[in-house]
């Protein structure tokens, strides 16, 4: 007798499941519930539908029911709300969204993919009729509607993750005057605070308007206004805070709800009803490095996480192996990716962690195209085991980023990264990759043959008076340099040693760290034993002073930037 089987959600999880499981029954009874107008449809890339990108949303639709049945013999329900769950029946009660009309549906097997709601908090004016969200293809199409029948040009982004930072630039690439507002100190929670302040740079150099530190506290006609008081022009709103998964279902069913408000999941994705699955974004996942309960809304882990729950009811075994949440985006020219953890998610878990902050270039710097490329990369101490990295570039970010997820996933370490054969060739990157190159420096500080300071320490050592050697030539010097610092190049420091105190710490940067570590490393052997490499450098340390700077109107510590 074939199975019946039924999902609830269309999009990522729901869709791949039934995909999965008609490749492994083809008598199984599928069909799939979708409360909107379109099912598999490109979540994350709706927000370039703003820009023209993508100027025909019907392409942001990848299948439609009709295909479904037609290509994979798939019932694709749309505008078809699944209101309730009666696991005494094994039946769902379903509201057709257009007609009001209930009807209850029979399942041997039920897979809920439910996905998040756009979080909107209860303030006044939220309800407004220029206040968006973006979460579907009728959201964007809507949201670009009134923009462009209105002639709006200010307009309001609430919160600076993904959607939010991708909705400000498509709106910014329309030509329009984007404000993104963000209650917390920096924006994209996975970045660390002096990697972030490069992607702060470029939003404010592209134009947007971009309010830290400020949450918003009512919607007005014209304008929003902060907690601060501030008023900010804007005839439309977009709220993009972030998303709750969508548990009511499972609640009112009696499943298990885990401790981050996600649905309870075992490692074959089964609730704690053994008819009832659950994916995607309303479930709360392993986290692989920190041990601890996540939810993660990414498309990818939904993807694996639907491949397992379908196997799982045909008796196929599946290794759960976590998630470390591997994302990417484009942040106007600059492109960025992490994966694993940062900082202060290494602090939250007690995990004894150093890290490192490099900046080569993204390939052999003689060729067209070659630009330099901020890594920073986390390890475990005493084991060098990685934990996680960050990437900023305008070249191939995601490769480095991958290619260190996957070191992640197998349990590497910064001897496994320093030992990796990747492809070379000077179009595509160098012959001691980025990676490589990260796991070389990390040795190093991890046997102690080198001390490092952060970028984010050096305004109190310069407010401190410390001693900073600049170890650039003296024309980079003169283009710009740290007010206090005193330069001995690298090709003078060894004639110059009377200058290097031995009585006080040393701090000693370059452009980049390259420079500087040489010099570092031959006084270490000549005996001194109280000098730091300043991690990321003269460079590094623009990037994470200027925003800052500007914004506070505060003054520099630097005579110019250098941001090349």
Known sequence: M???????????????????????DEDAEIVMFERGPHVSFSNCALPYHLSGDIADSNRLVLMNP?????????????????????????????????????????????????????????????????????????????????????????????????IGIEVAENLAHAGKKVSLVEAQDQVMAPFDNDMVQILHKEMMDKGINLVLSDGIDKVEENAIVLQSGKKVGAQAVVMAIGVRPETALAKDAGLEIGVTGGIKVNHNYA???????????????????????????????????????????????????????????????LNAASTGINEKTAKAANIDYDYVYVIPTDKVGIMPGSNVMHFKLLFEVPTGKILGAQAIGKGNVDKRIDVIATMIMMNGTLEDLKELELVYSPVYGTAKD?????????????????????????????????????????????????????????SEFRNRLEEIPTDRPVYIHCRSGQRSYNVVASLNNMGYDNVYNVSGSFLGVSLYEYFTDQVKERNPIVTKYNFK
């Open 2 to 24: 074939s199975k019946r089987i039924l999902i609830v959600g269309g999009v990522a999880g729901g869709a791949s499941v039934a995909a999965r499981i008609r490749r492994l």
């Open 66 to 162: 009709e295909k479904f049945d037609d290509q994979y013999k798939i019932e694709a329900r749309t505008n078809s709300e699944v209101v309730k769950i009666n696991r005494d029946k094994n039946t769902i009660t379903v509201k057709n969204v257009q007609s009001g009309e209930e009807y209850e549906e029979a399942y041997d097997k039920l897979v809920l993919s439910p996905g998040a709601n756009p979080i909107v908090p209860p303030l006044e004016g939220v309800n407004s009729d220029h206040v968006f969200t973006v979460r579907n293809v009728v959201d964007i199409e809507k949201l670009n509607t009134h923009v462009q029948k209105e002639h709006i040009e200010e307009i309001a982004v609430i919160g600076g993750g993904f």
């Open 434 to 490: 980025v990676v490589n190159f990260a796991g070389l420096v990390g040795l190093n500080i991890l046997n102690g043959q080198v001390k490092q300071v952060k970028v984010s320490d050096i305004r109190d050592l310069v407010e401190s008076d410390a001693y900073i050697i600049d170890a650039r030539e003296r024309k980079e010097y003169e283009a710009g340099h740290l007010v206090n610092a005193k330069n001995v190049p690298l």
């Open 271 to 333: 609730t704690n009803d053994k008819d009832i699955y659950a994916v995607g974004d309303a479930i709360e996942v392993h986290h692989k490095i920190t041990g601890q309960k996540t939810r993660l809304a990414l498309a990818g882990p939904a993807q694996r996480q639907a491949r397992a729950a379908a196997d799982h009811i045909y008796g196929i075994p599946h290794r759960n192996t976590g998630v470390i949440g591997s994302s990417a985006i484009k942040v106007f020219d």
